[in-house]
C-alpha cells in the first residue's frame, strides 16, 4: 500500500504506477502543488501554455515560464478564453499545450471548451483548473467537477503535490488516447501547501503537425451532430480505462467500513481512519462503476468524502448503491481533519470529542484594508464624496466596498461594472451619478466590450480605469498594459486614451491618483458629462513589483482636533493614539509603513500631516 501523502511516478506511456529508477538517484524537491503541476507539464513536453493569474492558479504559468523557452511558450493571456483558444490552437498544430485558470476562469472558457470537447484534440490540451473551497480569495465558491460532467471530459483529482506532477504528466498522455481535452483539478489547498515530489526528465514530443480534417475541426452544425455520438463512446472507454487504471486506488482495511474520497480530503481520511478500508479515486470523471460496486459490496458500509458538491455520492446513488455522504459533511467550504472528524462522529464512527480548552487568545479580527498609500483610495473617497452609485469590479480595490470607504455598490464578476452600470442608466430610475470602476487587468480581461455597448447606446455613465500598471491582485503580474510579457520582454503597451477614443469617447482626462484636487474636480465634471466619460487614474502599485516608498509622513498632534478627516482614508498607516481634543482622539502615522503618497495631508482639515523632514527642519 502506497503512503497516504505521496505516490510513485505514473508511467507516462501505460498510465500505470511505476516506481522511478533508484539506481540513478532521482531528484527529489520541496515543490507546491502549483510547481509540481508546472513540473509534470514540462516534463510531458508541453510546448505551449497560456493563462490569466487568479489565485489560487497563478504560480502555475510563473513557474513554467522559469523553464527555457526553447522548451515551452508560455504567456500570460488576456483572459481565460483567449488562454484556451491559444492552447487549442497549439493542440491544432499537433504541439502539447497546457491552459491554468481559477474556478471562476472556467467560466470565462466554458465556450470555447464546450466546443472543443466535440473535436477533440490533436497534440496533447490539458486544462488545469484550481477551485476555491472556503472562498479564501474568490467571489463565489464552485466545483469544476460539474463542468467535467457536462462537457464529457477526464477530470484527474491529485492530492498532493507529487500526485499533482504525475498526474499532469499522465494527462497529456490520455488526451491524446482518447482524443479528448483533460481536466486536472486542483484546490487551494493543493496549489500552496508544499511537499516533498520527486522528478524526471523532459520527454520531448515532436509535433503531429497539423490534422486536416474540417468534419472534425469545424463545428459547424452538421460536423457537430457526428462528433456527438463519439462522445459517448470516448465516455464509454474513458470508464474502461479507470476501472483498470492505477488512478482508482483501493486500499485494504481492517474495519468494516468503506471509505470512497478523493484529492486532498484522502489526507485528512487516512489521518482520521488509517484502518478503514479506502478507494481512493483519482479521477471523479468518468466514475468507474464496476470498480465502485466491488468495492461497495465488500464492507458493510459507504461513506463519500469528497468537497463540495456530492458529485460521486449523487453518481454512486445513480448506480443503486447505498451510501452516505453530504449528510455527514457540508457542501461548502474547505475540508480540514477537525469538519471531517465532526462528520465521522456524526456517523457514530468516532467517538465524540472531548472539548478542549483554548490554548492561544484570540486576536482581534483587523478588517481587510487596501495597503498603506494604494492608489485606488482617492478615487473612492471622492466618489463617496460625490454620492455616486457605483458599480465596481474584480480586483484589490473591491475592498472599497467596506467600511470605512464605502463606496461601492456592486460586484458581479470581471469585468461587469461597465455593463452593470449601463443597465442602471438604461432604467432611468436612478437620480444619484452612475460610476464604473475597473483596474487596468480587469478592463483589458473582459472591459473593453461593454464599453463599446455604453457608447453604442448612449448612455450617460462615467467609467473610472484604475491603472495600477500591473496584475496587483494576483500578485504583480504583467499584461498587455505594462509594455512587459511573461519573462520581462519588452513587448508593445497599451495606450488606453487611444484605445479608448477609437471607441468613439470624446470625454477623457488622465490624472494622477495622488493630486487628491484633480480627483475631485474631474469625477465631479465626469459625471455631470453627457453621454460616456472616462477617467483614468494612474499610479503604479506601490507594492508590485517593487515596493514604492517615498518620505514618511508626520501629524503634528499640537495642531491636530481629532476631525477624523485622514482616517476615512482607511490606510492602516494612520491610527488613533489616546490623546483627545474635545472629545475626539487625535491620529498618529506609522512612519515605519508610510510610503509618503501624501493623501492623508491633502485631505487633513486643519494641515497638521506634514512630512517628516518638516519637522526635523523646524527642530
Request: hydrophobic share 40%; glycine share 8%; aromatic share 6%.
Amino acid at each position: 500500500m502506497t503512503s497516504q501523502t505521496s505516490s510513485p511516478a505514473l508511467d507516462s506511456n501505460a498510465g500505470d504506477r511505476a516506481p522511478r529508477d533508484e539506481v540513478n538517484r532521482p531528484e527529489i524537491l520541496p515543490l507546491m502543488g502549483n510547481e509540481a503541476i508546472a513540473r509534470g507539464a514540462w516534463e510531458a513536453g508541453v510546448r505551449v501554455a497560456a493563462a490569466y493569474p487568479g489565485t489560487p492558479s497563478t504560480e502555475i504559468m510563473e513557474s513554467l515560464a522559469r523553464f527555457p523557452a526553447e522548451d515551452v511558450k508560455a504567456e500570460w493571456a488576456t483572459n481565460e478564453k483567449v488562454a484556451l483558444d491559444v492552447a487549442i490552437g497549439a493542440s491544432f498544430s499537433g504541439a502539447r499545450a497546457l491552459t491554468s485558470m481559477k474556478h471562476v476562469g472556467l467560466n470565462v472558457a466554458a465556450d470555447a471548451l464546450m466546443s472543443q470537447t466535440y473535436i477533440g484534440v490533436n497534440g496533447g490540451l490539458v486544462l488545469v483548473v484550481c477551485d476555491d473551497p472556503g472562498i479564501h480569495s474568490s467571489q463565489n465558491e464552485q466545483d469544476t467537477r460539474i463542468y467535467g460532467q457536462l462537457a464529457m471530459v477526464p477530470v484527474l483529482e491529485p492530492s498532493d503535490a507529487q500526485e499533482a506532477l504525475d498526474f499532469t504528466r499522465l494527462a497529456f498522455d490520455l488526451s491524446e488516447r482518447f482524443d479528448t481535452p483533460v481536466i486536472v483539478r486542483g484546490t487551494t489547498r493543493l496549489s500552496h501547501t508544499r511537499s516533498l515530489v520527486q522528478i524526471g526528465e523532459r520527454t520531448e514530443k515532436p509535433s503531429l503537425g497539423f490534422n486536416e480534417n474540417p468534419q472534425k475541426n469545424v463545428m459547424i452544425p452538421g460536423h457537430a451532430r457526428l462528433r456527438h455520438s463519439a462522445l459517448f463512446k470516448r465516455e464509454e472507454q474513458l470508464r474502461q480505462y479507470f476501472e483498470e487504471s492505477d488512478l482508482i486506488r483501493w486500499e485494504q482495511g481492517s474495519q468494516p467500513i468503506g471509505i470512497v474520497t478523493l484529492s486532498t480530503a484522502y489526507t485528512y481520511v487516512k489521518e482520521l481512519l488509517p484502518q478503514a478500508h479506502v478507494l481512493k479515486l483519482g479521477a471523479s470523471y468518468p466514475l468507474p462503476e464496476n470498480k465502485l460496486r466491488e468495492f461497495c459490496d465488500s464492507v458493510e458500509r459507504v461513506i463519500v468524502v469528497e468537497e463540495l458538491e456530492p458529485i460521486v455520492e449523487n453518481e454512486m446513488k445513480l448506480m443503486g448503491l447505498n451510501v452516505e455522504g453530504k449528510s455527514l459533511f457540508p457542501r461548502e467550504g474547505e475540508f480540514s481533519t477537525d469538519v471531517i472528524r465532526a462528520g465521522f462522529e456524526k456517523a457514530g464512527i468516532l467517538p465524540a470529542s472531548r472539548s478542549r480548552p483554548e490554548l492561544f487568545v484570540q486576536a482581534m479580527p483587523r478588517p481587510p484594508l487596501l495597503c498603506a498609500g494604494c492608489p485606488h483610495t482617492g478615487a473612492y473617497m471622492a466618489l463617496r464624496a460625490l454620492d455616486a452609485r457605483v458599480s465596481g469590479d474584480i480586483g484589490c480595490y473591491t475592498l472599497a466596498a467596506v467600511e470605512p470607504l464605502k463606496a461601492i455598490d456592486t460586484t458581479v464578476a470581471m469585468g461587469s461594472s461597465i455593463a452593470n452600470a449601463t443597465g442602471m442608466a438604461l432604467t432611468g430610475t436612478e437620480t444619484r451619478p452612475i460610476v464604473a470602476t475597473i483596474g487596468d487587468s480587469t478592463f483589458l480581461h473582459a472591459g473593453i466590450p461593454p464599453l463599446i455597448n455604453a457608447v453604442y447606446n448612449q448612455v450617460n455613465i462615467t467609467v473610472v480605469l484604475l491603472d495600477n500598471h500591473i496584475t496587483a491582485m494576483t500578485g504583480g503580474q504583467d499584461h498587455p498594459g505594462t509594455g512587459r510579457n511573461l519573462r520581462g520582454e519588452a513587448v508593445h503597451k497599451v495606450d488606453y486614451e487611444d484605445l479608448i477614443r477609437s471607441l468613439g469617447i470624446t470625454w477623457i482626462k488622465k490624472i494622477d491618483a495622488y493630486n487628491m484636487g484633480n480627483v475631485y474636480q474631474y469625477l465631479r465634471e465626469a459625471t455631470l458629462h453627457k453621454g460616456v466619460a472616462v477617467v483614468i487614474m494612474d499610479r503604479p502599485c506601490v507594492l508590485d513589483p517593487v515596493k514604492i516608498k517615498g518620505s514618511s509622513f508626520r501629524v503634528n498632534q499640537e495642531a491636530c482636533t481629532g476631525c477624523q478627516t485622514c482616517m476615512n482614508l482607511g490606510c492602516p498607516s494612520l491610527s488613533w493614539t489616546d490623546e483627545l481634543f474635545e472629545g475626539h482622539r487625535k491620529v498618529k502615522i506609522d512612519e515605519s509603513s508610510c510610503i509618503g503618497c501624501s493623501l492623508c495631508a491633502q485631505v487633513s482639515s486643519t494641515n497638521c500631516i506634514l512630512p517628516v523632514e518638516a519637522f526635523e527642519t523646524n527642530g
